[in-house]
């Protein structure tokens, strides 16, 4: 096996033994990367040099028998909306093609406090913007499971990159579903933290109220891993929550004896592939054997989740993209006669089809007349719906769903916005509601994976891992990998 094929805990075990070092891990990482990145297209930047050089740098530390983070040594993607200092920090979008931010997100200090080894930055959907990572100002990442279907969005490069070996784990963003939809649509593990546990600072925004980074990875103890260094309070990040915040690999334990499980039934039926609905239904048998009990329940408003969605995200995206306008930074037409031909120009020729699109249907939905009968609507559906969860969570645990209604589709299949926008159907509520999910795989549905979600009330994440670890110990399904 290769290196780059193991795991975080492998890979650290072995890198503590001196059976492998740090620079051979992310050589392996760059040759797994020259090998099949013309086929899966995961990456927009590679760092071969700074990787090699911080794979060095962590070397002669663990010579020198320094204690180092859980993620020495490790190589990780990140996703190219996250700021990187001195490296390009694109967006997949013409707007910011040459952006090089001067500083870094905090979540990369973090990383980098651990002497973790930035192997690049993933390809996405411009501005996060997208369910496929077709949207892309530079090419379409495929999915590594078949070369011929989308890896999901936005955050597919980053999936791509861990199902494909090309990295140990990955960082994402999560606005609606960005980070797990492409994890069931690749195979690996994808959690979207509660909002305020991982600072947002550094992260280009999408939509404020609602995004949130979080780690895709081959497992669910490395997801504790990572999150472990991701979260934590931060002044510079106003959303940040002060809290105590706890060792989450405390929670990997291989017991769920009565845990109470509830399964919406929202989430099954119309719009679901039968298929999918019966590995959900699988997994539930699973779960019950393992010592849960699992009952039926229902969150009544999920139905208004996605309307409401597409209102209050381009609401945000509409002022939060306003900033680009070819005066500060990012891309400048280069046939402006005046300042409102700048502006106009700049963003016509900037931005991608669906990006305008959002900031179009999210100016209308703010414009005089239309505040309250759209805006205001939508925040009020969005308060529903979180009482909906706080409901369900006052007799469950945690809930159970789908992640996606299906497998991976094929590229340039979901030509119409809506149908694209459905793809999102079953990850939506949970960022409305600012809780926990995540996703993990379980199983195949035409040779593609399936995503199981479980979803937990706000700083519940510990109950999430602990339930995604004992099904993971306890299933060969939920261990599959690709062949490219």
């Not at 297209?41 to 070397?59: G, H, I, N, P």
Request: proline share 5%.
């Amino acid at each position: 096996m290769e290196f780059c094929q193991l795991t975080i805990h492998e890979s650290k075990k072995l890198l503590e033994n001196k059976e492998i070092s740090s620079l051979e891990l992310t050589q392996s990482s760059l040759k797994r990367i020259e090998e099949v990145e013309e086929k899966i297209k995961a990456f927009v930047t590679v760092t071969k040099e700074e990787a090699l050089a911080m794979a060095e740098k962590v070397d002669e530390k663990i010579k020198k028998g320094e204690d180092l983070g859980p993620l020495a040594g490790i190589p990780a993607a990140i996703k190219d909306n996250i700021c990187t200092e001195g490296i390009k920090t694109t967006c997949s979008s013409k707007m910011l093609a040459n952006f090089v931010p001067p500083y870094n997100a905090t979540v990369i200090d973090k990383l980098l406090g651990q002497n973790s080894v930035i192997i690049g930055k993933a390809n996405m959907d411009e501005f996060a913007m997208g369910s496929s990572t077709e949207n892309s100002a530079f090419f379409a990442t495929k999915n590594p499971w078949d070369l011929n279907c989308v890896p999901g969005g936005s955050s597919g490069g980053s999936a791509a990159a861990v199902a494909a070996g090309e990295v140990v784990f990955a960082l994402g963003s999560d606005t609606g579903g960005s980070i797990r939809q492409p994890a069931a649509f690749c195979g690996v593990v994808g959690l979207k933290p509660t909002y305020g546990l991982v600072s947002r600072y550094g992260l280009i925004a999408y939509a404020s109220s609602l995004d949130q980074i979080g780690p895709l990875t081959k497992d669910v103890t490395d997801c504790a891993l990572v999150l472990n260094a991701l979260a934590g309070y931060d002044p510079l990040d106003s959303t940040s929550v002060n809290m105590d915040y706890p060792d989450y690999t405390k929670y990997l334990v291989d017991d769920i004896k009565g845990l109470r499980i509830g399964l919406p039934k929202e989430y099954l039926g119309e719009g679901i592939d039968p298929q999918v609905e019966e590995k959900i239904k699988e997994a539930v048998k699973k779960l019950e054997e393992l010592g849960a009990v699992v009952e039926e329940c229902s969150l009544p408003h999920t139905e208004y989740a996605m309307p409401a969605y597409y209102i209050i995200a381009p609401a945000e995206a509409s002022s939060n993209l306003a900033r680009y306008d070819g005066v500060r930074y990012g891309y400048r037409t280069e046939w402006a006669e005046d300042v409102l031909s700048l502006f106009c120009r700049t963003r016509a020729e900037g931005f991608g089809r669906e990006v305008k699109r959002r900031i179009m249907l999210g100016t209308y939905a703010l414009s005089s007349g239309y505040y309250d009968a759209y805006y205001l609507k939508a925040l009020k559906i969005r308060t529903l719906i979180k009482q909906d969860f706080d409901r369900a969570f006052e007799k469950y645990d945690c809930l159970l769903t789908p992640t996606a209604p299906g497998v991976a589709f094929e590229l340039g299949s979901k030509a119409d916005p809506l149908a694209m926008y459905k793809q999102d159907v079953c990850t939506i509520p949970v960022n409305l509601a600012g809780i926990p999910a995540i996703s993990i795989p379980y199983g195949k549905v035409a040779d593609k994976p399936v995503g199981v979600q479980f979803i937990g009330k706000a700083f519940g994440e510990g109950t999430l891992l602990r339930v995604a670890y004992t099904l993971e110990q306890n299933s060969a399904e939920t261990r599959i990998k690709p062949e490219i």
